[in-house]
């Protein structure tokens, strides 16, 4: 099970960081990504994490704003959110897979429920 959270109101600029808290002790076993869908538009990926959390793999629109990290120990995957645009705003979802392939290829076997990030102009 996997629960999102962090989402809120943010002006253009600022920053959020999101939380992803699994259940399970095979946690570390598993790749875990971020996706996002904005309104009337489709699900896209954003970023994904190996298991060990030593490799990460971002989406070019975020990259050098966004960072993904794994803490195993404490089975939490985080997305922090640096220089938000307006073009950020949607819903997040954090996601897991022991594939690390599924979750870099959008279809990862285990889902949060959304948190809203709204960025303000």
């Known amino acids: 099970q996997l629960q999102a959270s962090g989402g809120g109101l943010v002006q253009a600029g600022g920053s959020l960081r999101l939380s992803c808290a699994a259940s399970g002790r095979t946690f570390r076993s598993y790749s875990a990504g971020w996706f996002r869908q904005a309104p009337g538009k489709d699900r896209e990926f954003v970023a994904a994490?190996?298991?060990?959390?030593?490799?990460?793999y971002l989406t070019e629109s975020v990259k050098g704003r966004f960072t993904i990290s794994k803490d195993n120990a404490k089975n939490m995957v985080y997305l922090q959110m640096n220089i938000l645009k307006p073009e950020d705003t949607a819903v997040y979802y954090c996601a897991a897979d022991p594939r690390y392939l599924s979750v870099a290829a959008g279809s990862p076997t285990f889902w949060g429920q959304g948190t809203q990030v709204t960025v303000s102009s």
């Open positions: 994490v190996t298991p060990s959390g030593g490799k990460t």
